[in-house]
């Protein structure tokens, strides 16, 4: 069966400071990979999603950047924090088809002080 | 443009009632799809129910209904008989079949039952 891990579950880091969580899938290939924040008590923002190794498809222009190295591998970076960048965060794959549901791992919650 | 309508942004329910949490959507592609996911206090994301564009019957999932209105691009969440574990936030979403990798959500309802 598939699953997706996602860490650290809770990070908090100063502002200017570097992050980088990372994501991966078992049990699935060349999946769809998606990057979401959520603010509290808000809706998930779609931030970046890939459909293979090397693309990546950013919705929002902000400080974040995304990567994905090997095929089941999704990264999330920042060079330097702020403070509004604080939130869950969340790491999500689908299959290929419009009728197929995303899974979505156990989240991050980062913030930024 | 695709987008996602959810207009309450809070709801409170008595238990073993019935509740229909609202969401619209807005598209020009005629296939596409929409779903539902629950969040509890926990965060998890969880899949309840899917309704494709070109199904003629409303999809259901045990408790889990969906109220589709093709022409309304109205894709309503019924839930009958809550339970206190309905409690959570719920999220509408779609994908559409021509750009089936970008999947978009709703704001969102939370939703309380009471005892």
């Known amino acids: 069966s598939q699953t997706i891990h996602q860490w650290p579950a809770t990070l908090v880091q100063p502002v200017g400071s570097p992050l980088s969580l990372e994501c991966t899938v078992e049990?699935?290939?060349?999946?769809?990979l998606y990057w979401y924040r959520q603010a509290a008590g808000r809706g998930l923002q779609l931030l970046f999603y890939s459909v293979g190794i090397g693309q990546i498809s950013s919705e929002v222009p902000q400080n974040l950047s995304a990567s994905r190295p090997q095929d089941r591998q999704f990264i999330l970076s920042s060079k330097k924090l702020l403070l509004s960048d604080s939130g869950f965060y969340l790491c999500?794959?689908?299959?290929?088809?419009?009728?197929?549901?995303?899974?979505f791992g156990q989240g991050t919650r980062l913030t930024v002080v | 443009a695709q987008k996602i309508t959810q207009t309450q942004p809070g709801m409170f329910v008595q238990e073993k009632e019935a509740v229909t949490l609202d969401c619209t959507y807005d598209t020009s592609d005629p296939s596409y799809g929409l779903f539902w996911y629950k969040q509890p206090s926990s965060g998890e994301m969880i899949f309840l129910i899917y309704q494709g564009s070109y199904d003629q019957q409303n999809a259901t999932e045990g408790r889990y209904s969906l109220n589709f209105q093709k022409a309304r691009k109205s894709a309503n969440l019924v839930i009958s008989a809550s339970q206190l574990g309905d409690s959570a936030m719920y999220f509408c979403?779609?994908?559409?079949?021509?750009?089936?990798?970008?999947?978009?959500f709703g704001s969102g309802t939370r939703l309380s039952i009471r005892p």
């Open positions: 999500a794959w689908s299959g290929r088809g419009a009728d197929t549901e995303a899974f």
């Open positions: 979403a779609m994908r559409r079949y021509s750009s089936a990798s970008k999947i978009i």
């Open positions: 049990g699935t290939s060349n999946p769809n």
